[in-house]
């Protein structure tokens, strides 16, 4: 028999149970679904993250640290205990060795920011203006103000939420405000607030995301100030400008610095951070299109659930065509061929409605849908979830589809080929 | 003389219905030669079906052989039992037509398994179709037919691949006599002016006195034969 009779035939079997047949491929459409919405959204959400660390994290910076700060946890693990600590200072030391073209040292501390009747809690930055601007060219970088590389003293900036946190333009405070910087320093007894009064020289540019450089919701104040307001010689951390950002260069600076300070800091270059989500994110991808994959396998059970019975209900109609001369891999074919034409058509539902959901889920997770709650959790990340959705999904989403019906629908199939004429045609 | 179409040696045939075995063909031995149009009359479980379905290479056979056109049907694997079935055209009782399928999809579906190409399958079903004088009914559904014009779609249906010969089982069993009189007179027709090769099991008198030999079976065996 013509392979497009045996199709045809298939077809004309589906069609006469029409809600039978629905309901068993909705199973597959919501199984691919799942698949589909849950990967695309991950590999958007991976996307973003990825983006935005490195708008905020120059591929051709590396951060120092002792471990205790800023480490992904990775180097927490493999960072040394003890006395040791990095000093503003020490950038001295880094700027001396062979590929680093400036470094910066960060001190960090939280805090809240005072403007009139008005408090922000916010992230308090002491850094050197002129060698933050030159590592972060592109993100620390004033839209109103000035930066002043060689500062005065009380001179402050401020990322743009700190200015516009509602962003509604109801400013909470703007160049040439004065504001009242505290910080509560919990180390001596009893507790002390701080109080700094710094004067708004310059506002930055919106960066977006929860970049490790600089953000929306810090203000900088220069080092020296930083040093005596939080009394202290120590620095988080220290961020390396490279000469360049091949691997080369990441691989020999990191070591060189580690040497320098006997092993006694760890070196996070962007591109560790980035295998480091990369390889998160596959594992939350794989943990996610499993649980998506069992409801694919629940799909297959009521395929082959379906055929069984039809498969009672056609007893005769097999006795009949093998009567007629049809070969049992003809039978074979038939019944596969009906779960092959669900399945492609549960994949192909699967995908289309799997995208329609990823996008109506990213939407309101990135703050466009109607609810409050997505609203300001999204606009506090401030990240938007563009879901990708690759060939390689689509093709894997109608293959696992495909597979799925194919293999449960393999036994019906092997027990209607396998019928005796005979038996069949006599069955009631 | 050439080779009978059909022929049977010691055919014997026991199965089980539950517990208790049944002898259902003792030892029959049959000729049929091409032209041929035989009637087997018997009471109910004489074993005239059980032996029509091993004519037909639906069933085996526990002893003897079964030759069609001197081949033995016994050799041939689960292939070859499908392609002599395509060559052999059966008329069943009970019509088994496929529901969803028109008078002439039932017809073309069983050229289309075989592989016959859509336009050529369909043009021959029409023209079988009016042969049995089913001409303005191609397109009506079994379910829509009455159960004369259903034995006749089978009748087309069994003919469409040019068998080498034709088995009927009871094809007047379940039709009214009028009705059953046309289709006698048809499968004469066809007979005489064809040249098909016929072997029916009926209780119909009338056929077997149409047709050119009746053999009567009781109990599984041949025990008289009658040439018209």
Known sequence: ?428 | MTAPVVETVNLRKTYMLGEVPVDALQGVDLRVEQGDFLAILGPSGSGKSTLLNMIGALDKPTEGKVFIESVDVSTLNDNALADLRRRIGFVFQFFNLIPRLSARGNVELTMAIPGLGKTERRKRAEELLETVGLRERVNHKPAELSGGERQRVAIARALANNPRFLLMDEPTGNIDSKTAKEIIELVKELNEEKGVTIIVVTHDQQIALQAKRAMLMVDGLMIQEKVN
């Open chain 1, 1 to 428: 028999m013509k392979v497009r009779d045996i199709l045809s035939y298939a077809f004309g079997a589906i069609r006469l149970r029409k809600l039978r047949a629905g309901l068993t491929t909705l199973g597959v459409v919501i199984g691919i679904a799942a698949i589909v919405a849950l990967l695309s959204i991950t590999q958007g959400l991976q996307g973003t993250i990825a983006e935005q660390l490195q708008t905020g994290f120059a591929t051709n910076t590396i951060i120092v640290s002792t471990g205790r700060g800023f480490g992904m946890g990775l180097d927490t693990i493999t960072a040394p205990e003890s006395d040791f600590k990095l000093l503003v200072s020490h950038t001295q030391i880094i700027d001396e060795i062979e590929g680093v073209d400036i470094s910066a040292a960060e001190i960090r501390k939280s805090g809240y920011l005072r403007s009139g009747e008005q408090e922000f809690m916010l992230s308090i930055v002491g850094v050197d203006f002129a060698r933050y601007a030159d590592i972060y060219s592109s993100t620390f970088v004033a839209r109103s103000g000035e930066i002043s590389l060689n500062p005065e003293n009380e001179a402050v900036v401020v990322g743009k939420r700190v200015s516009d946190p509602w962003e509604n333009g109801t400013l909470l405070c703007d160049v040439d405000s004065t504001v009242e910087i505290i910080w509560t320093n919990a180390s001596i007894l009893p507790p002390k607030s701080e109080i700094y009064t710094g004067h708004v020289a310059a506002v930055l540019e919106e960066i977006g995301g929860f970049g490790i450089g600089p953000s929306d919701l810090s203000v900088y104040i220069p080092t020296s100030q930083a040093q005596s307001f939080f009394g202290t010689d120590e620095c988080d951390r220290i961020i390396v400008k490279l000469e360049n950002d091949d691997e080369a260069t990441i691989e020999s600076v990191s070591e060189a610095i580690k040497d320098a300070f006997s092993g006694q800091v760890s070196v996070t270059s962007s591109t560790a951070v980035l295998d480091i989500i990369t390889s998160v994110f596959s594992t939350v991808e794989l943990f996610l299109g499993g649980i998506a994959a069992i409801s694919l396998l629940v799909a297959g059970i009521g395929i082959m659930n379906i055929m069984i019975v039809s498969l009672m209900e056609r007893t005769r109609e097999i006795g009949i065509l093998k009567a007629l001369g049809m070969k049992s891999r003809t039978v074979l074919s038939i019944f596969l061929s009906e779960a092959v034409i669900v399945g492609l058509m549960g994949a192909a539902i699967g995908i289309a409605s799997g995208w329609v959901l990823a996008n109506v889920v990213a939407r309101v997770f990135s703050g466009g849908g109607p609810m409050q709650a997505g609203n300001r959790a999204a606009a506090a990340s401030g990240m938007t979830i563009v879901p990708v959705l690759t060939p390689t999904v689509i093709l894997g989403a109608f293959a696992f589809g495909l597979i799925i019906s194919v293999i449960f629908a393999l036994y019906p199939a092997w027990r209607a080929s396998r019928l005796k004429p005979v038996e069949a045609l006599r069955y009631e």
